[in-house]
């Protein structure tokens, strides 16, 4: 396994980590959900355009990809859009674990779809999961937002789309450069119409909400890039592992910068959670790994 490539996924996995507890920080601030979605594609889009002189036949494979190109654009949007607006409805410990079950929906994907055989080990490790979750939404269930909890599961299956696609797309030699190009473009002009014309930006914050609000925006564009960096290098299913760093830094912040906290139950569910899905990922790739 690649060096590089175990680098690129866990700084992929802390930058994702540092997200939502510093969103959810620039919101106490009174930074609004639209112009958080709109600088984190805006700053994405300033890092990456230097690279396009560079890009050759740009436009062609553009044009010869299109779906898929547009495909991992509209996971790109559910994954953003879900994850930004459950830390504003519901605590970011609860909205991540919840988020990071997407290797459930690529599971199901594989089994539906590819019609991929899963051993029964795999199998008990993510009824786990489903168990680990009962444990950590039992004791806030009656007073948890339904509209939180649904945006963190809207953005799991943005998560499950990129991932999926973004294998695809590799597989036909499609860089990380030109995906993270044409995402970023994409979405700065398609969030800036809808927040223009149907919502209201509200740009009236203090200096320090703005520079709150961008350590967010920078951290999602390094994370993106790290990540489709990784899976050519060392695959979809050895990034996934080592993104699991992800939630860590994400409850580990959660916990220090905002002051939530988790029950014993809480605890003792994302602990179940997170080695279940992790140890499943491992020995999901060490299948395929032995079987090709």
Same mark, same amino acid.
């Given at each position: 396994? !690649?060096?590089?490539?175990?680098?690129?996924?866990?700084?992929?996995?802390?930058?994702?980590?540092?997200?939502?507890?510093?969103?959810?920080?620039?919101?106490?601030?009174?930074?609004?959900?639209?112009?958080?979605?709109?600088?984190?594609? =805006?700053?994405?889009?300033?890092?990456?355009?230097?690279?396009?002189?560079? !890009?050759?036949?740009?436009?062609?494979?553009?044009?010869?990809?299109?779906?898929?190109?547009?495909?991992?654009?509209?996971?790109?949007?559910?994954?953003?859009?879900?994850?930004?607006?459950?830390?504003?409805?519901?605590?970011?410990?609860?909205?991540?674990?919840?988020?990071?079950?997407?290797?459930?929906?690529?599971?199901?994907?594989?089994?539906?779809?590819?019609?991929?055989?899963?051993?029964?080990?795999?199998?008990?490790?993510?009824?786990?999961?489903?168990?680990?979750?009962?444990?950590?939404?039992?004791?806030?269930?009656?007073?948890?937002?339904?509209?939180?909890?649904?945006?963190?599961?809207?953005?799991?299956?943005?998560?499950?789309?990129?991932?999926?696609?973004?294998?695809?797309?590799?597989?036909?030699?499609?860089?990380?450069?030109?995906?993270?190009?044409?995402?970023?473009?994409?979405?700065? =002009?398609?969030?800036?119409?809808?927040?223009?014309?149907?919502?209201?930006?509200?740009?009236?914050?203090?200096?320090?909400?703005?520079?709150?609000?961008?350590?967010?925006? =920078?951290?999602?564009?390094?994370?993106?890039?790290?990540?489709?960096?990784?899976?050519?290098?060392?695959? !979809?299913?050895?990034?996934?592992?080592?993104?699991?760093?992800?939630?860590?830094?994400?409850?580990?912040?959660?916990?220090?910068?905002?002051?939530?906290?988790?029950?014993?139950? !809480?605890?003792?569910?994302?602990?179940?959670?997170?080695?279940?899905?992790?140890?499943?990922?491992?020995?999901?790739?060490?299948?395929?790994?032995?079987?090709?």
């Amino acid at each position: 396994m !690649q060096l590089l490539g175990i680098f690129f996924a866990l700084g992929a996995g802390l930058f994702f980590g540092i997200l939502a507890p510093t969103t959810k920080i620039s919101y106490n601030l009174g930074v609004g959900v639209g112009l958080a979605i709109l600088l984190r594609y =805006f700053i994405a889009t300033l890092l990456v355009a230097p690279l396009i002189p560079f !890009q050759k036949n740009l436009l062609i494979i553009y044009k010869n990809n299109l779906f898929d190109f547009l495909l991992i654009t509209v996971g790109s949007i559910f994954l953003t859009s879900g994850l930004l607006l459950s830390v504003k409805y519901i605590e970011v410990s609860l909205a991540i674990l919840i988020f990071c079950t997407y290797p459930l929906l690529v599971l199901f994907f594989s089994i539906i779809i590819d019609r991929e055989k899963i051993s029964n080990n795999i199998k008990i490790l993510f009824l786990s999961t489903f168990v680990g979750l009962f444990f950590v939404l039992g004791p806030s269930f009656s007073s948890l937002n339904i509209f939180g909890f649904l945006c963190a599961v809207v953005a799991s299956i943005g998560a499950t789309t990129m991932i999926i696609i973004n294998q695809k797309m590799s597989n036909k030699s499609i860089t990380p450069v030109q995906i993270n190009i044409f995402i970023n473009f994409f979405n700065s =002009f398609f969030f800036f119409f809808i927040l223009f014309f149907f919502f209201k930006i509200d740009l009236s914050i203090s200096k320090i909400s703005f520079l709150i609000v961008l350590i967010p925006s =920078f951290s999602y564009a390094i994370a993106l890039f790290l990540q489709l960096l990784a899976i050519p290098k060392i695959g !979809q299913t050895n990034t996934a592992l080592f993104l699991y760093l992800e939630p860590v830094v994400a409850i580990i912040g959660a916990v220090i910068l905002l002051k939530e906290t988790l029950t014993k139950y !809480q605890l003792v569910g994302a602990v179940i959670v997170l080695s279940s899905l992790a140890l499943a990922t491992y020995l999901s790739g060490k299948i395929k790994n032995d079987s090709s």
